[in-house]
């Protein structure tokens, strides 16, 4: 089955130390992945995209993810966590359907706490 | 900016109910989604739309059902609430990506907390 994995449930780290969300995927043919972050009580909000091209992608808020395709790995990183940066993050997949374009499966997700 | 709205932020309903939930996108998307989230699970497809009046099964569509009248709205419904249905539910918009009915980013709502009691 096409999926990814988050294998964390929760990451802590101070604030201005790097911060790492991990998450490994499983398709098959070439992965298009997605990282979401979800405030409290809020909807999922966009970060990053990999499609193709350069294995690091730079996203929303100081936020990059690299791509490491032996690995099979698409980590989120940020080079100094703020408190603000608290929050549940969210790893995706497209998966390819036969007719009908798309869909995205999601992992269980990571809570990120950043401490002052 | 993308604006997807639901009709809800919290809804309590009684088991029996049914349940209607309302999403609305203004950004002129072909496709609409709804996702059911829970702790440790993540999100869980429980039907889409690629275009008015289609609808397609998700990963867990059992107990719910659709409707797509219009393009912009995409009504989620539970036709007998049952205790197991209390979550939060997400809906989401995305256009064609640029490759036709590829998808391109999802857009997601503020989520609506169902309790079914």
């Known amino acids: 089955a096409q999926s990814v994995a988050q294998p964390e449930d929760q990451v802590n780290v101070a604030e201005g130390n790097p911060l790492t969300v991990k998450c490994t995927y499983s398709?098959?043919?070439?992965?298009?992945l997605f990282w979401y972050v979800q405030y409290p009580n809020r909807g999922l909000q966009f970060l990053l995209k990999y499609i193709t091209g350069d294995n690091l992608v730079k996203g929303s808020y100081g936020f990059e993810a690299e791509f490491n395709k032996s690995q099979t790995s698409f980590h989120l990183k940020k080079p100094s966590a703020l408190v603000s940066d608290s929050a549940l993050y969210f790893c995706a997949v497209r998966v390819r359907l036969m007719e009908y374009g798309n869909k995205l499966v999601f992992g269980a997700g990571t809570i990120l706490r950043v401490k002052s | 900016d993308v604006k997807v709205t639901q009709s809800s932020r919290y809804l309590v309903k009684r088991t029996g109910e049914k349940v209607f939930l309302e999403c609305v996108q203004d950004?002129?998307?072909?496709?609409m989604f709804w996702y059911r989230q829970d702790p440790g699970l993540g999100l869980r497809l429980i039907y889409f739309?690629?275009?008015?009046?289609?609808?397609e099964k998700g990963d867990i569509p059992e107990g719910y059902s659709v409707s797509r009248e219009k393009k912009e709205r995409f009504s989620l419904i539970l036709e007998s609430a049952s205790t197991n249905q209390t979550s939060m539910y997400l809906c989401?918009?995305?256009?064609?990506?640029?490759?036709?009915?590829?998808?391109?980013?999802?857009?997601f709502g503020p989520g609506t907390r169902l309790t079914v009691l």
């Open positions: 989401a918009s995305s256009p064609f990506g640029a490759s036709g009915r590829f998808l391109d980013t999802q857009y």
């Open positions: 398709v098959s043919g070439n992965p298009y």
């Open positions: 950004m002129d998307h072909e496709n």
């Open positions: 739309s690629y275009d008015v009046k289609m609808k």
